[in-house]
């Protein structure tokens, strides 16, 4: 016997007990409210709400169309239905409605406890809301319902549990339901349920699947899945936007299904990526690191090539994994800080040469007036040759200076920039050298920043070498927490860029002397790194002002004026004895 027929018979001995309404006799049941009938209704809502489903299978619309269909085959124009998770119960409450029952916030708040659940597994199946017998707790139900209007209530029983209630206001004949109507509802929900809950469980696969796909959708790299015939199967969006950036032609995703993997990479742009994955699968732990270079020319990128295989239950069963990272802007962008310090140390070198070139000639200077005096006293006849061949040596030196001097400026190149975007390619740059290892880096950057008038590459270095003094210091402390915090903030006609650290502080009287020849913050080195910075400074009209506290660590603010104004150095003491704080 089917489940159906179980039900039916069940319904059929319920009714032969049931008192029969005044007018109907119970020996003339007609044919429409035969269990034949109940059977063909529920079989015919079934169907009716399957192809629903498979036309658009979601949940909420289910429950929506279901809810139409009560509503019209019972001639009830407000229903509402309440459900809770078929397998964890009271995790959560949806409810659907119709009519006045769709915004009805009684119905809407209404929770199934376990005092509801407990009732209605004494009293299953469709029944009258005047006739509920809810006590104690659960009595606030009843009340609820019968205020909001509620004449039928049935519950939606699966494994001992009530998983949802199904509510039905008055019919449009203002008439009370009749027996066979319970009934049929009855029928209805009993059959309804298997298919509620494996829809459910349909949809949170679908919703699982679907925060899969958005989850791989929003990681930066490329992200392709090949089966054992090397057939594609899985692409996610950075994917598909690598190989349309060099082949745009390819109209879609769903284009590159069940493609091979040799159309998908073709040798002539990913050169050596399939070969690579040949070699990876014959190996024993089939995974792969290392660079690709795809493309050629000024249209040539550089990724990050990882190559995996997802664990099945055999061969058969394992599929190929494929990630790929483009990292050619944070290549070109170590390859431009690299150049930018290489050209600050030349600037440092040059400066250097230059200042000792000054000494040497003014010594040499010197000495020239010590010879000039013996030769006024009478001294060798040749002197006034010897002297002569020195002048020219001189100005050869002193115009040697001037063009070191002159080479040391690092003349600007200024465009309009964002300075939270170099600070960003900054910070991009720096969180993977060694030297950052013990240093968390936070941001907080101003995002309605104006934009300033600034050579982006000299503040790069500017900012690098803060950054790289700040690791220093905090690594010196060797603290087990080392932080540095990069702020910017628009204030009146200044852009103000914070960079603080907890590391060792300066040392008194080191501040004074900072962004000056020969003043270095660490044991060793000559200090040209922090007067390259002065040179910037200056070549941008910024203050400079630093807050320090000895073994707390250091704040320096670059104070960038909108409009013009003159470098200078702002100091302040602060209590050593306070906590260091960013001062921002």
Request: aromatic share 8%.
């Amino acid at each position: 016997m089917s489940h159906l027929d179980e039900k039916t018979e069940r319904i059929d001995l319920r009714t032969a007990s049931r008192t029969p309404p005044a007018f109907v006799q119970p020996e003339s049941l007609s044919e429409e409210h035969s269990p034949k009938d109940r059977q063909l209704f529920t079989l015919e809502v079934l169907s009716k709400l399957a192809q629903q489903y498979s036309s658009q299978p979601d949940f909420k619309d289910l429950i929506d169309y279901l809810l139409q269909t009560i509503s019209e085959q019972f001639s009830a124009p407000d229903t509402f239905a309440v459900l809770q998770h078929p397998f964890f119960p009271g995790v959560e409450h949806n409810y659907f409605g119709t009519g006045s029952y769709l915004n009805n916030d009684f119905l809407k708040s209404m929770k199934i406890t376990i005092e509801h659940c407990n009732y209605f597994l004494k009293n299953k199946g469709p029944q009258r809301v005047k006739d509920l017998d809810l006590r104690g707790r659960s009595a606030s139900l009843g009340f609820m319902l019968a205020e909001s209007g509620v004449e039928l209530i049935t519950p939606l029983l699966h494994n001992n549990n009530v998983i949802g209630l199904i509510g039905l206001g008055a019919n449009v004949n203002r008439s009370e339901y009749e027996e066979y109507q319970l009934d049929r509802l009855d029928a209805l929900v009993f059959a309804l349920v298997p298919f509620i809950v494996n829809s459910f469980r349909f949809t949170e696969i679908s919703n699982l699947f679907k925060w899969g796909q958005d989850l791989i959708d929003n990681i930066r790299q490329g992200v392709f899945v090949f089966d054992k015939n090397d057939l594609l199967k899985k692409i996610n969006t950075p994917g598909f936007k690598i190989l349309r950036s060099f082949k745009p032609n390819v109209p879609s995703i769903d284009s590159l299904y069940r493609v091979n993997i040799n159309l998908i990479f073709p040798e002539s742009i990913y050169s050596g990526l399939v070969q690579r994955m040949n070699l990876a699968k014959n190996s024993d732990n089939y995974e792969y690191t290392g660079i690709l270079r795809a493309g050629s020319g000024p249209n040539q990128r550089l990724y990050n090539l990882y190559l995996g295989q997802t664990s099945g239950k055999s061969s058969e069963e394992t599929d190929r994994v494929i990630t790929l990272e483009d990292i050619t802007s944070q290549k070109n962008s170590e390859q431009r800080f690299l150049e930018l310090e290489v050209l600050a140390q030349k600037a440092a070198l040059v400066a250097s040469m230059s200042e000792k070139l000054v000494r040497v000639h003014n010594l040499i200077l010197g000495g020239r007036e010590l010879i000039h005096s013996a030769a006024g006293k009478g001294g060798p006849g040749n002197s006034e040759v010897f002297l002569a061949s020195l002048e020219e040596k001189l100005q050869e030196i002193e115009q040697l200076c001037a063009f070191l001097r002159a080479g040391s400026n690092l003349a600007p190149q200024k465009k309009l920039s964002n300075l939270n975007s170099i600070i960003d390619e900054v910070l991009t740059f720096v969180k993977v050298q060694e030297r950052f290892k013990r240093t968390s880096i936070a941001k907080k950057l101003d995002p309605a920043l104006s934009e300033l008038e600034i050579d982006p590459d000299q503040i790069a270095l500017l900012i690098l070498q803060l950054l790289k003094n700040a690791a220093d210091a905090v690594n010196e402390s060797q603290k087990d927490s080392g932080e540095v915090i990069v702020k910017t903030q628009g204030q009146d006609q200044q852009v103000i860029v914070s960079i603080a650290d907890n590391g060792t502080g300066l040392k008194p009287g080191i501040r004074e002397k900072l962004f000056k020849t020969h003043c270095t913050t660490k044991g060793e080195g000559q200090g040209w790194s922090l007067y390259t910075c002065s040179k910037i400074l200056d070549n941008h009209n910024c203050q400079v002002e630093i807050d320090s506290i000895e073994g707390q660590g250091v704040t320096f603010k670059l104070i960038f004026p909108i409009g013009h104004q003159n470098l200078s150095f702002v100091e302040k003491d602060l209590d050593s004895a306070q906590d260091w704080q960013p001062s921002f």
